[in-house]
């Protein structure tokens, strides 16, 4: 069992929790994932690391509130117990050699892009952040990014905070001023990433881009994190759970993977409406 140790609230849809699990929290590296189940009958979810605390034995985990589990999850308090809490799981997040970078997150997805950008200013690397969110309320982890960025652009799609418009409108700004990045890395939503690719493609820049939102088991079984790459005049099938997260992004077929995603949107919000009416019914 794996104790709830803090629970903060970030904005209305997103929680932080810091979970008691020495062994992860010793493991852990930026870009990998940890799996839990909330209780014995719960369903298995993968949640990105947020950060880890050695020393004390905590991983640090952001969730939004999306579906039938995370309701469930953000329903347990402090001092509670998480069934299981298995990990560190994927490939971490390449770092070595990158002299400047620039992280592109989006939304809940900022979650993932804060420890990565953490890591590469520990390493000393230049850091440039681009972090966006739809409106003031559901922004989150500013200070955190800018703690460990030389640079900040936040960006609201309806202008109630930082700069008006999305993520892609800074990128291009700097790339079109001639700024030279050795790797973009983007994480957030994939219609997000894959605009964050087509504007870096004719600068030529690498870009990384983390294909957490399609995971499912997180262990490659079900196939629901199934991505086509198209590499070399080829198809090539991978798994965002083992293989990756993180993928080439001009390899990255987003359109099949968009259209896979909104799949079983129906019966996630059956799931996740039946959840909520459970603990009306308790309260």
């Known amino acids: 069992m794996y104790r709830i140790v803090t629970k903060t609230p970030l904005n209305p849809t997103v929680t932080q929790m810091e979970i008691e699990a020495p062994l992860v929290a010793r493991k852990a590296k930026p870009g990998q994932f940890i799996i839990l189940r909330v209780n014995a009958d719960g369903e298995r979810i993968p949640l990105t690391v947020a950060g880890t605390d050695p020393d004390r034995g905590t991983v640090k985990i952001i969730f939004q509130i999306v579906g039938a589990t995370t309701e469930k999850l953000n329903h347990m308090q402090q001092g509670e117990y998480l069934q299981d809490f298995v990990g560190p799981l994927g490939v971490a997040t390449h770092t070595e050699g990158i002299k400047k970078v620039c992280i592109v997150g989006g939304g809940v997805g900022c979650a993932i892009a804060m420890p990565v950008a953490q890591e590469f200013h520990r390493l000393g690397a230049e850091v440039t952040s681009i972090i966006g969110f739809r409106s003031k309320d559901l922004l989150i982890l500013e200070d955190e990014f800018r703690a460990c960025s030389d640079r900040i652009e936040v960006m609201t799609d309806d202008g109630s905070y930082g700069r008006h418009g999305n993520v892609t409108v800074p990128l291009k700004e700097m790339l079109e001023a001639g700024e030279q990045f050795d790797l973009i890395i983007t994480i957030g939503p994939l219609i997000m990433m894959k605009f964050v690719v087509l504007t870096a493609k004719p600068f030529g820049v690498p870009v990384t881009v983390s294909m957490n939102p399609i995971m499912i088991d997180g262990t490659g079984m079900c196939g629901g994190c199934r991505l086509t790459l198209h590499r070399d005049g080829k198809n090539i099938t991978k798994f965002a759970c083992v293989d990756g997260p993180d993928f080439n992004g001009y390899e ?29 019914k308790e309260a």
């Open 252 to 280: 990255v077929d987003f359109d099949e993977a968009m259209s896979r995603g909104r799949m079983y949107a129906d019966f996630e919000r059956h799931a996740y409406t039946e959840a909520c009416n459970l603990f009306r």
